[in-house]
């Protein structure tokens, strides 16, 4: 089955600085990549995803870029505010397969 | 729109009692359905998963069942709960076909004491 794998566990920047994520997946079959954020005490929820059929994908201060030779993925975030404090989640999925393989969590802490 | 409910939100049980979460989406049909549990600065870890009325996929083994009698309804329940069973329970839902977001829910904040 998939393994996917996340670091780092924990990553601390200073307010303005840019933040990087990686994770990499095991089945070459996975064609569908998702990023949530979770605050303290909340649900996770969605920020960006990206497909295999695109290298990179952004959304204002957020980016995700994938490598399917390398069969890994990351999440870039650009001036990071405090707000952007979460944990982090990176997860797989394939086409016509009903679940997601997620990562074990990134907590980005972002000091003013 | 789609919405997703979870009830209790919170819950402080004694060990060895039982169990029953409840998770309930609107606006959509024939959806996945999926439970999670969240030990405290841990990683989602899935336990079921279902695909249709009476379709449970279980992940885990372990103390805890669930079932989905409606459509739209998922049910987590355990016969005697573990000190171990205590975490943040999160419902989710996804559209068929594997390649979709996943919307979560509340969450249930469980405590076994």
Same mark, same amino acid.
């Given at each position: 089955?998939? #393994?996917?794998?996340?670091?780092?566990?924990? *990553?601390?920047?200073?307010?303005?600085?840019?933040?990087?994520?990686?994770?990499?997946?095991?089945?070459?079959?996975? #064609?569908?990549?998702?990023?949530?954020?979770?605050? *303290?005490?909340?649900?996770?929820?969605?920020?960006?995803?990206?497909?295999?059929?695109?290298?990179?994908?952004?959304?204002?201060?957020?980016?995700?870029?994938?490598?399917?030779?390398?069969?890994?993925?990351?999440?870039?975030?650009?001036?990071?505010?405090?707000?952007?404090?979460?944990?982090?989640?990176?997860?797989?999925?394939?086409?016509?397969?009903?679940?997601?393989?997620?990562? @074990?969590?990134?907590?980005?802490?972002?000091?003013? | 729109?789609?919405?997703?409910?979870?009830?209790?939100?919170?819950?402080?049980?004694?060990?060895?009692?039982?169990? @029953?979460?409840?998770?309930?989406?609107?606006?959509?049909?024939?959806?996945?359905?999926?439970?999670?549990?969240?030990?405290?600065?841990?990683? *989602?870890?899935?336990?079921?998963?279902?695909? =249709?009325? =009476?379709?449970?996929?279980?992940?885990?083994?372990? #103390?805890?069942?669930?079932?989905?009698?409606?459509?739209?309804?998922?049910?987590?329940? @355990?016969?005697?709960?573990?000190?171990?069973?205590?975490?943040?329970?999160?419902?989710?839902?996804?559209?068929?076909?594997?390649?979709?977001?996943?919307?979560?829910?509340? =969450?249930?904040? *469980?405590?076994?004491?």
């Amino acid at each position: 089955g998939e #393994n996917v794998e996340q670091h780092p566990s924990t *990553l601390s920047v200073q307010e303005g600085d840019s933040a990087v994520i990686k994770c990499t997946y095991s089945d070459s079959a996975s #064609n569908y990549f998702p990023w949530y954020k979770q605050e *303290l005490g909340k649900r996770p929820q969605l920020i960006i995803d990206i497909r295999s059929n695109v290298g990179e994908k952004k959304d204002q201060r957020i980016a995700v870029t994938l490598n399917k030779t390398a069969k890994h993925f990351s999440l870039h975030i650009t001036e990071t505010q405090p707000e952007d404090s979460a944990v982090y989640f990176c997860a797989a999925s394939k086409y016509n397969f009903n679940k997601f393989y997620f990562g @074990s969590g990134t907590k980005l802490n972002v000091k003013p | 729109s789609q919405t997703i409910h979870q009830w209790p939100a919170t819950l402080v049980q004694p060990v060895g009692s039982p169990l @029953s979460l409840e998770c309930t989406v609107e606006g959509t049909s024939n959806p996945n359905l999926y439970w999670y549990r969240q030990a405290a600065g841990r990683g *989602l870890q899935l336990l079921f998963y279902s695909v =249709g009325i =009476g379709q449970i996929s279980s992940e885990v083994p372990q #103390n805890l069942s669930a079932s989905r009698p409606q459509d739209r309804q998922f049910i987590l329940s @355990s016969k005697k709960l573990l000190l171990s069973d205590s975490g943040f329970y999160l419902c989710a839902w996804s559209a068929q076909g594997g390649q979709y977001e996943q919307y979560f829910g509340p =969450g249930t904040r *469980l405590t076994v004491t």
